[in-house]
């Protein structure tokens, strides 16, 4: 099947991408891309249907899509993003024609049990398998299947970094129902000796809650560091965000960081919290 051209500004004649809302930054940056973008939305609000939300500035080429009406719709391609997406989603979401298009299941994570012995869902060797890190696809068992990395690409917002705070930063949502694995035990012992903020969805109690994407460049941009206390996850947004405006980032030194942050010019890593 021939793709219609990327550089066509025609919205009719651009690629017709169909997706959940997984991660709304994500989703955001991928956004701006010269394509359009469909998006479910269901009364319930379940996870993946919740729509275009009000947190992201999303373009006009990101369309929010009731999900009785998504059958409707001509598309080009199906982007999956999640175990659910592929396994579930589709049947019941999705036409049978809908189903035959092309596929890419766009994978954000490393695995989370049993690594590096577990195999990836997908085994359909007609279905474009794509990691945002290398780290990603070198601890996935892929099935033998070719696969791509395309890194993260994030916007750089005209904000200096000026470091007035003498604190350090740290952007996590939901750290403490993530627990040890986003470094919930890390974090609370290192602002036991150095001062640092959280901010994030569910940070009100441990932090100061949080703070919107638009907002957030301008509020990081005075800290004087950018902590990352993540034991094992991809590489975030966030800290992509942080380095495009010269924040210093501390960290751990695992997964996708460690081949990101330059010990002594771009930051501090380490696997030594003490």
Not at 233 to 260: F, H, K
Request: with cysteine; hydrophobic share 35%.
């Amino acid at each position: 099947m021939q793709l219609p051209s990327v550089n066509d500004q025609n919205p009719e004649k651009r690629i017709k991408i169909f997706t959940w809302h997984i991660h709304g930054t994500y989703l955001y940056y991928l956004s701006l891309g010269d394509y359009e973008i469909y998006i479910p939305k269901s009364k319930e609000a379940k996870p993946g249907y919740v729509g275009l939300g009000t947190t992201f500035p999303f373009g006009k080429n990101v369309h929010e899509v009731d999900e009785e009406k998504v059958k409707d719709l001509e598309l080009d391609c199906i982007l999956f993003q999640t175990k659910t997406n592929y396994l579930e989603d589709q049947y019941k979401t999705l036409s049978a024609e809908q189903r035959e298009l092309p596929k890419i299941y766009l994978e954000h994570d490393p695995p989370q049990e049993t690594t590096p012995y577990t195999k990836h869902i997908i085994t359909d060797k007609s279905i474009n398998l794509v990691h945002v890190t290398h780290f990603n696809s070198l601890l996935w068992d892929n099935n033998n299947l070719p696969f791509t990395v395309i890194e993260h690409g994030v916007e750089v917002r005209n904000v200096p970094y000026s470091g007035e705070l003498e604190r350090g930063i740290v952007v996590i949502n939901n750290i403490e129902r993530r627990g040890r694995r986003l470094g919930l035990d890390v974090f609370l012992e290192i602002q036991k000796h150095v001062p640092i903020d959280l901010v994030g969805m569910g940070a009100e109690r441990l932090g100061l809650g949080e703070v919107l994407h638009p907002e957030l460049p301008e509020f990081l941009s005075r800290y004087r560091f950018f902590f990352n206390p993540i034991r094992f996850t991809s590489l975030g947004l966030a800290v992509c965000e942080a380095m495009t405006m010269g924040i210093p980032v501390v960290g751990l030194a695992t997964t996708e960081l460690a081949s990101v942050i330059k010990n002594g010019e771009t930051g501090v890593i380490h696997t030594d919290i003490n």
